[in-house]
Structure formats: structure tokens, C-alpha cells
């Protein structure tokens, strides 16, 4: 495997570098978990597609967004789930909480919220890596307008890459309160199973947010929920562009910045309490 | 140089007793205990110092290393640790430490050991040439070169625990805390463990710091023992100076044959069977050898063994004494 080069970056960023890297290549040994996922991934899209198929000739003039916008969006959204599937948490964070590993973190001159961070960010890049070429690949084949269509010009494709990188930030950022909270509570089942229903419903992740009633999706467009992946799918196929697109992507900013700055709070002060378990 | 003065730690633990009745009460109200893990702690420790930090189980060893490690905030006392308060300057602080927690592992799963050393290496910004003369050094040492190539799952226990104290030294720590380290280890890895400690103490002048419930580790690394219990500290000096308390008295085993044993004041007969004898010695009232006389003389010796107290039972009997 080629190495990266990392002896450009300076000095405070190469440990969090490095430690992207080992969290990344450990990712990538697990290849048959990949090869089952995408198989499970595609026939989900695919029953997906169907399903929606069904529903649009049932009456085609009710339909919240364009056909081929919407095959665009599930793909997109099986390629890329190992990015924002919110119910993917590190075991190992949460093992070093109830067993006393966080020690051994806490003896290393890092900020454990960048690491943690950082780890949450590898593992999921290097699932995404394996799984999503070849969803995608099968998926631009796919007869119109079932499967994925290019972006919906430059500029489309310019602000899809960076509202891709904001929503996948963001949504990092609201899983780091998971497993701050760990440190409190010690068994985060309770909390992981609440935040997960409601981050799924609310991100589009089961029903995408333009078929929600007008209202509700008016609000749930500038929540935290709306700017992780339905931001950056919905301008990805063209559904939002111009102003709207922008004001998104704002929304996504504020939204990082808040969440990464609760989380580092939140953070120190647990830390300030924090009693590693175990002898 | 450590100085911890006063160090303080209460831990809240909620209780309850058995059942489902108590189990449901307490979804309403909890019950605590306040468990003092520590009370009252206070040494010094100078530079190049090799310390056995011991005590029973539960007695407050961990908590007191995590404390200097920077890992656990004291409700009061002092600790300060080369001019830095640990919890306060934890970055500056935990550059300068190293530490091998004996029951849990710093080197990742899946990948290389090697790959584990490089990361440490950029965690702590270690320089090429420096990691290079480092890493060779303790690849020699520890005897790993045959092994930093493999996943550390696929490691036995005792290649492991080698590859953590390589680990914890890539940015040579000027004090070493070690918790546990030959938990669970062979004997060759023991040995092994145990000469490399004490020779990184000679060359490097690294601060060692212990934690063991193994007395060997304790006899042959360290020279002054700290002794802990119930979160105080009982004792605290140099090993020999605590062997010489104990050694007023000596035991002799023997086979023989024909005769009994000579009754002379200052040896007893802790056992007898008529041909195998265990007899304890008295040192302040007869010398071994006057007691060995004393024995050949009226009986046919045919093996004999001299024994003095082992630092294990010098311990337990510290223990005892200070009921812990």
C-alpha cells in the first residue's frame, strides 16, 4: 500500500494525521464485512427505488421532488452510508470508558475530543472507501431514471463537495456527544438508541426530508439533523440550488461550530470528573 | 522528582442489595458510599529512584499512579511532579511520563506493532533519527525484532507485554510508571521484563515506578518499597532496611535418623514427624550455626535446608500487622 506522505504537515497536525492513517489501514483489513455490505446496500437501494416507483405512478403530480433526483439522492445514500449511518460507534471508544482503556488516551499529549474525532472520521472514510465504488459504479449503469445521473452542473458538483464534507463534520460532531456522554453515564445504550431513532426520522436517512409536510420541513431544514446528508444529496441532484443551496450550507457551518464547541466543553468539564474505571 | 503531599481521593459508589424490590427502589433513590481511596498521601520520590509501590488489592496503588500520570484529579493535596501539577499541565506533563498499565493495551488490534510504534512516535513529535536510534535500542533489549512486524493480536501475552514497555519508552520518559507490567507472564518473559527495567533505571537514569503484587518483581527491580492500605501509606524505605525487620529468625529442615531433637532454648520444633523436621530458629538467642551443632550432634542428619523469611511472607506479614 502506498504510504502518505506526512512529513509536509506541521508539527501540531501530523499526530492527528498519523492517527487518521492507523485507524484508516486498520479499517481497510476488514474486506468480507465490505463485500457483504455493499451486496446488502445495493438491494436495499434497489427495493428503495422500487418502492418509490410505486408511489409516483400512483400519482405522479403529488410527488415532492423529480424521479431521477430522488434515484440520484438513494444512491447516493446506500454508496455513501458507512459516512453517515449514525448508529455506527466506535466499540472500542466506548470499551476504553467502562474499562479504564481512556488511561492509556489520557497519558498521551493529545486533546482526546481531536483524537476521538479524528478515529470517528478514519473508520468511517475507510468503510466508505471499500463499499462505495462499486454501489456507485453499478449504480451509473442503472437505466434513467433509476439510477444515479451526473451532478446537476459545475457548480452543483462544487457545492455538493463541500456540503458533503460540512454534513459529514457535523454529523461526527453530534455522535462525539454520545460518547461524551459515556463518560457520565458509563452505558450509552439508552442515549445511542434515542439519538439514533431520532437522528435517522429526522435526517433523512428512512423517508428524504422534501416528503415531509411543508411545515415540518420547513423546521427540520435548519435543524443540526437536515444538514448531515440530505443537504448535500438534495444539491448533489439539483432539488436545491442557488440561494437556497448557500443558506444551507450556512446552516451547516453554524451548526458545526456550535456542536464542536459544545463537545469540547462538554468534554473538558467530564474529563475535570472523570474516574477511569477498573484497578 | 515527585512530591505528592496530602493527596486526597474519595470515590462515590452506589450499593444496593440483592433483588428485584431493591433493584427497582433504587431507580428512585440511589444509596452511595463514599469509598476514601486514597487519604492522606505523601512521598518523594527523587530522580533515578527505583520504587515498589505495594499493598493489597483495592489498597489505592492505581488510583495514586493515575493521579501522577495526569489521569485522575485529586479532591485535594498537592502533587508535583518535575514543577508541573499533572492534572493542570496534562500535555506538558504526560510528555515527559511513560506508562504500562499491566491489564490493558496501547497498541492497536489490527495493525503491525511497528505501525502502533510509528503512530506513538508522531503523537509525541519523536525525530527520525532519534526514533531510529531509540527504537533499535529497545528492539535489541526487549528482543522483538522478529515480532514488531506482527498484528498484535496475533502476540502471545508475554511477546505483548514486551512490545508495550518498547512502546511506552519510544519518547524516552524521564519517569516510567509501571502497573502491573508481568501480570500474567512465563517466567522467561518475567526475567526478561524484569532485567530490562532495571537496566533502562542504569542507563537512561529513567524514575521507576512499580505497582506488583509480585514480590520477585519487587526484590529484583526495586530499592525502596512504599507500602499502601485502605488509601495510606504505612511504610516507606529502602527494601533492605525492611528485610532486616524481619529477619530475626530462621528455619531449618531437616531428614534424619536415630535419636531426638536436642531441646535447647531459641529452637522449636514446628513440626516433627520422627524423621522429617521443620525447626524454627530463634536468631536473637542462637546462631544458625550453633543451631545446626546442636542438631548434628544428637541426630543423624541426612539433608538439611536453612531458609530465612521471603520478601512474600515478610509481606503478608506486614499486612497482617497493619491489618489490611
Not at chain 1, 506526512?6 to 474486506?31: N, T
Not at chain 2, 530490562?196 to 527491580?221: C, P, W, Y
Amino acid at each position: 500500500m502506498k504510504r502518505f506522505n506526512l512529513s509536509k504537515a506541521p508539527v501540531g497536525m501530523k499526530k492527528y494525521l498519523s492517527f487518521f492513517k492507523i485507524r484508516f489501514i486498520a479499517g481497510l483489513s476488514y474486506r468480507s464485512a465490505a463485500w457483504a455490505g455493499v451486496f446488502t446496500q445495493f438491494g436495499w437501494g434497489f427495493m428503495t427505488v422500487l418502492m418509490f416507483k410505486a408511489f409516483y405512478e400512483s400519482s405522479p403530480e403529488s410527488f415532492p421532488i423529480l424521479f431521477s433526483s430522488l434515484s440520484s439522492y438513494i444512491w447516493l445514500q446506500q454508496a455513501l452510508l458507512a459516512m453517515f449511518m449514525f448508529w455506527f460507534f466506535d466499540g472500542e471508544i466506548f470499551d476504553s470508558i467502562t474499562s479504564g482503556g481512556i488511561a492509556y488516551e489520557l497519558c498521551r499529549p493529545c486533546g482526546l475530543y481531536a483524537m476521538w474525532f479524528v478515529k470517528n472520521m478514519a473508520a468511517r472514510l475507510s468503510n466508505a472507501a471499500l463499499r462505495s465504488v462499486p454501489i456507485l459504479l453499478v449504480a451509473v449503469f442503472l437505466p434513467k431514471p433509476y439510477g444515479i445521473s451526473p451532478p446537476d452542473g459545475i457548480l452543483s458538483a462544487v457545492l455538493f463537495l463541500i456540503s458533503l464534507i460540512l454534513g459529514f463534520l457535523v454529523l461526527i460532531a453530534m455522535s462525539m456527544l454520545i460518547y461524551i456522554s459515556a463518560i457520565y453515564t458509563l452505558s450509552s445504550a439508552g442515549v445511542r438508541i434515542l439519538a439514533t431513532s431520532a437522528v435517522e426520522f429526522l435526517s433523512g436517512a428512512i423517508i428524504p426530508i422534501p416528503f415531509f409536510p411543508d411545515g415540518l420541513r420547513a423546521v427540520i431544514e435548519l435543524t443540526p439533523f437536515a444538514a448531515m446528508q440530505s443537504t448535500p444529496f438534495l444539491i448533489y441532484s439539483g432539488h436545491i440550488d442557488g440561494d437556497k443551496a448557500v443558506f444551507l450550507i450556512g446552516v451547516q457551518l453554524v451548526w458545526l461550530a456550535a456542536l464542536g464547541l459544545f463537545g469540547v466543553f462538554a468534554m473538558s468539564r467530564a474529563l475535570k470528573r472523570v474516574t477511569v474505571q477498573g484497578g | 522528582m515527585i512530591e505528592l503531599n496530602g493527596v486526597c481521593k474519595t470515590f462515590k459508589v452506589a450499593k444496593r442489595n440483592a433483588g428485584f424490590r431493591e433493584a427497582a427502589k433504587s431507580l428512585f433513590k440511589r444509596e452511595y458510599t463514599l469509598i476514601n481511596a486514597l487519604s492522606d498521601v505523601s512521598f518523594k520520590i527523587g530522580d533515578g529512584e527505583t520504587v515498589g509501590y505495594i499493598g493489597p488489592n483495592g489498597a489505592g496503588k492505581s488510583s495514586t499512579i493515575k493521579v501522577m500520570c495526569g489521569v485522575l484529579v485529586p479532591d485535594s493535596g498537592e502533587c508535583v511532579i518535575d514543577g508541573l501539577v499533572p492534572w493542570r499541565k496534562r500535555k506538558e506533563h504526560v510528555r515527559r511520563i511513560g506508562a504500562v498499565f499491566g491489564q490493558r493495551s496501547q497498541l492497536w488490534w489490527d495493525v503491525p506493532v511497528i505501525d502502533s510504534l510509528e503512530l506513538i512516535r508522531d503523537i509525541y513529535s519523536v525525530g527520525e533519527a532519534e526514533y531510529k536510534r531509540t527504537l533499535s535500542e529497545l528492539v535489541e533489549l526487549l528482543d522483538i525484532k522478529d515480532i514488531i512486524k506482527t498484528p498484535a493480536r496475533q502476540l502471545s501475552l508475554g511477546q505483548r507485554m514486551r512490545c508495550e514497555i518498547a512502546a511506552s519508552l519510544i519518547h524516552s520518559p524521564k519517569t516510567l510508571f509501571l502497573d502491573e507490567p508481568t501480570i500474567g507472564l512465563d517466567a522467561v518473559s518475567k526475567l526478561a521484563v524484569r532485567k530490562f527495567i532495571k537496566s533502562i533505571n542504569k542507563s537512561r537514569g529513567t524514575t521507576v515506578i512499580l505497582t506488583t503484587h509480585d514480590m520477585q518483581d519487587i526484590e529484583a527491580i526495586t530499592d525502596r518499597i512504599i507500602l499502601i492500605g485502605r488509601g495510606r501509606i504505612l511504610l516507606d524505605g529502602p527494601l533492605y532496611e525492611l528485610k532486616g525487620k524481619g529477619s530475626e529468625g530462621k528455619t531449618i529442615v531437616i531428614e534424619y535418623s536415630g535419636g531426638g531433637l536436642p531441646e535447647i532454648e531459641g529452637l522449636t520444633a514446628v513440626e516433627d514427624s520422627g524423621s522429617h523436621a521443620k525447626i524454627a530458629v530463634d536468631t536473637a538467642l542462637i546462631s544458625v550455626s550453633e543451631a545446626i551443632a546442636a542438631i548434628s550432634s544428637s541426630v543423624e542428619i541426612i539433608d538439611l535446608s536453612v531458609s530465612g523469611q521471603t520478601v512474600e511472607e515478610l509481606v503478608a506479614s506486614l499486612y497482617r500487622e497493619f491489618r489490611i
